[in-house]
């Protein structure tokens, strides 16, 4: 099949390779893709939040199936606007991205779904911020109600901080801290039939020992061999089925990639966020683990055949990626800076450009991320650490410590 991948960042980079590598995807098209990208898939041109650009793009192409990646053209409705051409594409219709695009949405569903989730407050006014913070405390935790590229969230002890943030953003959803371990867990669904892929853990923070701002992710790795054995069937009795019931009873069957977002609690598992895509940089670690063809799996997906997919297969052994990024990030990142090893096997590129005269430069604030496997998690660490070394970007940093809590043992729940 002629697939049409659409955007042009890590998580796109990781699902290029892994669509790539599927014997049924005869052609891979990108668009607008990255030069990590285009070492898989042939790159067009195209404004991803567009819906009618990219909907003539997979006419024009041909495509048997549109992939979408990135949040902003979900909620933008691209996914409408390509299903309305009769062509398959694995994303949900602007309507259910609302569960990404609108946190109070989200907890609106998950309020009627009975998910076990934090409670909270959406506000809007500098009264009703004060209010919220009063109830919760700190840590206290603040969102952007919208969209905002992984970075919308503050959680922070210093009460001015979390003022100055809901200030900023206008509308926010404040809710209660929810201790414990975090975990993403993807899940592929047609709207019914719902599959869920392993669970990883991601390192939002920029620092090591997670202190510095929160940003939209500096690694990750899988499998989580400290994780509850019944965390993923539970998660999808009490959070994932649950929220696509509710979801078909409004009339927006949610369909494509649900991302749970979750907090071990001394409670049980409770629901942090739900994203309507891939997570970034979780998917390079899950994707690298996963045997099953991953076009095939996204095509029953998209066209509802779900249901009759076989099991999926999954390679033994571990995946950790270590993201690399530019100066400053999160903050204004550096940009345009010369990259070397940047086009090492393994390594996945996110905020990358190719220069008039062929460098690799950066054109973004996490700019690659080191992605490996290995028999065990020490050793797919070590692996990842390794093309990390033999990454040079000027003023670029990464954290030393991802994976390191699993491997040493210091996960407890």
Request: contains cysteine; hydrophobic residues 45%; negative net charge.
């Amino acid at each position: 099949m002629r697939v049409l991948l659409i955007g042009s960042g890590g998580r796109e980079h990781a699902l290029a390779v892994g669509l790539a590598a599927d014997p049924s995807v005869e052609q891979l098209i990108a668009a607008p893709g990255n030069p990590g990208i285009a070492a898989v898939a042939e790159l067009r041109d195209v404004s991803a939040a567009d819906p009618a650009a990219v909907a003539a793009l997979a006419v024009e192409t041909a495509a048997d199936l549109v992939v979408i990646g990135p949040e902003a053209p979900l909620v933008a409705g691209v996914a409408d606007a390509v299903r309305a051409k009769g062509i398959a594409c694995f994303g949900p219709s602007g309507a259910a991205a609302q569960l990404e695009g609108s946190k109070t949405f989200a907890k609106d569903v998950m309020a009627a779904a009975g998910v076990p989730t934090g409670r909270s407050f959406t506000c809007t006014t500098d009264t009703e911020v004060a209010a919220a913070l009063a109830e919760f405390g700190p840590p206290y935790v603040v969102k952007n109600d919208g969209l905002a590229a992984g970075k919308g969230v503050v959680v922070t002890d210093d009460r001015a901080a979390a003022e100055a943030h809901a200030r900023e953003c206008g509308r926010v959803v404040i809710e209660e801290y929810l201790d414990g371990p975090e975990v993403s867990l993807f899940v592929v669904t047609d709207g019914t039939a719902a599959v869920p892929l392993m669970p990883a853990q991601d390192f939002k923070r920029a620092l090591d020992d997670d202190e510095g701002p929160n940003t939209g992710g500096m690694g990750a790795y899988a499998p989580l061999s400290w994780a509850p054995a019944d965390l993923v069937p539970r998660v999808m009795a009490e959070t994932v089925l649950p929220t696509l019931e509710e979801m078909r009873s409004r009339g927006t069957p949610f369909a494509g990639l649900l991302y749970v977002g979750l907090a071990l609690t001394s409670k049980g598992p409770k629901v942090i966020e739900f994203n309507a895509r891939f997570g970034d940089p979780e998917t390079q670690v899950v994707l690298a683990l996963l045997a099953t063809p991953l076009g095939e799996l996204l095509h029953a997906a998209a066209t509802s055949t779900l249901a009759d997919f076989p099991p999926l297969r999954w390679h033994e052994g571990a995946a950790v990626t270590v993201v690399v990024a530019s100066h400053n990030y999160p903050g204004t990142p550096r940009t345009g800076d010369v990259i070397t090893g940047g086009e090492q096997p393994g390594v996945i590129h996110a905020g990358t450009a190719r220069r008039a005269d062929g460098a690799l430069v950066s054109a973004g604030g996490r700019v690659l991320s080191a992605t490996a496997t290995g028999a065990d998690l020490a050793a797919a660490r070590a692996a990842a650490y390794a093309l990390v070394e033999g990454i040079s970007l000027e003023g670029s940093h990464h954290r030393t410590d991802i994976a390191l809590g699993a491997v040493e043992g210091r996960i407890t729940l």
